[in-house]
């Protein structure tokens, strides 16, 4: 089973930025739907982001619609999320999935690879 690995997570201010990175040990793969969630302290985990198979469409939380964007680069085989306009109700740990399975795609259940997750702290 692919196991997939974040990184770039960090601690920021207030209206600052951080770019996520997710690369899978064998190879990422191609053409299925993959995801990106956060776990808050003491919240259960929900999707912020996901990108379509082939990588034309996307879909996000409300929450971070307009300052989140979640992209794949098929040549490195990453996948990215890049955060803008941080604020600290973003603060969580960061995971990315991939293969959708059936159900909201929000919900963790809807996948069936994970990553181990990076910290991300937004401080005010």
């Known amino acids: 089973q692919v196991q997939l690995m974040e990184s770039g997570g960090g601690s920021v201010e207030d209206g600052g930025s951080l770019r996520l990175s997710c690369v899978a040990s064998g190879r990422m793969s191609d053409g299925v739907d993959k995801a990106w969630f956060r776990q808050a302290p003491g919240k259960e985990r929900e999707g912020v982001a996901r990108i379509y198979g082939g990588g034309h469409s996307t879909s996000y939380a409300d929450s971070v619609t307009g300052r989140f964007t979640i992209s794949e680069d098929n040549a490195r085989r990453t996948l990215s999320l890049e955060m803008n306009s941080l604020k600290p109700d973003d603060t969580g740990v960061y995971y990315c999935?991939?293969?959708?399975?059936?159900?909201?795609?929000?919900?963790?259940?809807?996948?069936?690879?994970w990553g181990q997750g990076t910290q991300v702290t937004v401080s005010s």
């Open positions: 999935a991939q293969w959708a399975l059936d159900g909201s795609w929000t919900r963790p259940s809807a996948w069936r690879d």
